[in-house]
């Protein structure tokens, strides 16, 4: 079965640079999440989308911006980099919600962004 | 809000044990909850969901949960603990579009 996409896997940058995360979300889901994972840390909500408007804010710095497309799959943008950047950052995404249903997310497999 | 605590970061069974994480939730109104594990340097693989049709959940790998009203808990089991069950286990919870996580519960199995 399909499942999230998140490119680049890796990902290394200096202090001050910019970054740009992909997710693509598995076929036919519509809501879209992402989440910081610091070193032995638990995810943190960062942002989510549905039907490409941004649908809920958690923690995210005012450096980050993020959107999805008209495909559905979304980027989000990291500027002014700091060494507290330096994070696990996972996209997942969820299907269209049944009345009553819960809202499962499937996790892609993460970016790891390193700020030197 | 809701949240979800586990109790425990670190827990160790010998291979063929029980395996028992903790988990109490903490919802004004009926939440929905799941369990995650990550290996390392890999995404969450969903383990299992409580949808209210059942408090006893089974998922993958063997992994079960009951969903206990009463003490506010969703506790993850497996009777038997395999080698390859060592990862990081995440109880997590939501009730609309953020899900909240645990810190998490290191497992470790030993020969």
Same mark, same amino acid.
């Given at each position: 079965? $399909?499942?999230?996409?998140?490119?680049?896997?890796?990902?290394?940058?200096?202090? *001050?640079?910019?970054?740009?995360?992909?997710?693509?979300?598995?076929?036919?889901? %519509?809501?879209?999440?992402?989440?910081?994972?610091?070193?032995?840390? %638990?995810?943190?909500?960062?942002?989510?989308?549905?039907?490409?408007?941004?649908?809920?804010?958690?923690?995210?710095? %005012? *450096? =980050?911006?993020?959107?999805? =497309?008209? %495909?559905?799959?979304?980027?989000?943008?990291?500027?002014? &980099?700091?060494?507290?950047?330096? $994070?696990?950052? =996972?996209?997942?995404?969820?299907?269209?919600? &049944?009345?009553?249903?819960?809202?499962?997310?499937?996790?892609?497999?993460?970016? *790891? &962004?390193?700020?030197? | 809000?809701? #949240?979800?605590?586990?109790?425990?970061?670190?827990? #160790?069974?010998?291979?063929?044990? /029980?395996?028992? /994480?903790?988990?109490?939730?903490?919802?004004?109104?009926?939440?929905?909850?799941?369990?995650?594990?990550?290996?390392?340097?890999?995404? /969450?693989?969903?383990?299992?969901?409580?949808?209210?049709?059942?408090?006893?959940v089974k998922g993958i790998n063997g992994?079960?949960?009951?969903?206990?009203? #009463?003490?506010?808990?969703?506790?993850?089991?497996?009777?038997?603990?395999?080698?390859?069950?060592?990862?990081?286990?995440?109880?997590?919870?939501?009730?609309?579009?953020?899900?909240?996580?645990?810190?998490?519960?290191? /497992?470790?199995?030993?020969?």
């Amino acid at each position: 079965a $399909a499942g999230v996409i998140q490119s680049p896997r890796h990902l290394i940058k200096e202090k *001050r640079e910019t970054a740009t995360l992909k997710c693509y979300p598995i076929p036919r889901h %519509d809501t879209v999440y992402w989440y910081q994972q610091g070193p032995g840390q %638990d995810p943190q909500f960062l942002i989510s989308f549905y039907e490409k408007m941004q649908s809920d804010k958690g923690s995210i710095p %005012d *450096r =980050f911006s993020a959107q999805q =497309f008209s %495909d559905y799959h979304s980027e989000l943008n990291m500027s002014s &980099l700091e060494l507290g950047d330096s $994070a696990l950052y =996972f996209c997942a995404s969820s299907p269209p919600r &049944l009345a009553g249903g819960p809202y499962e997310q499937y996790f892609g497999p993460g970016t *790891r &962004l390193t700020v030197t | 809000a809701q #949240s979800v605590t586990q109790l425990g970061s670190h827990v #160790s069974v010998s291979e063929g044990a /029980l395996v028992l /994480l903790r988990c109490n939730y903490s919802s004004s109104v009926p939440p929905y909850l799941f369990w995650y594990v990550q290996y390392p340097n890999q995404g /969450l693989q969903l383990l299992l969901k409580y949808t209210s049709a059942a408090t006893l959940v089974k998922g993958i790998n063997g992994f079960e949960a009951e969903f206990k009203k #009463s003490e506010t808990s969703f506790h993850l089991t497996k009777p038997s603990a395999h080698m390859s069950d060592a990862a990081e286990y995440f109880c997590a919870v939501t009730l609309g579009n953020d899900m909240r996580f645990g810190a998490g519960t290191r /497992l470790t199995v030993k020969p």
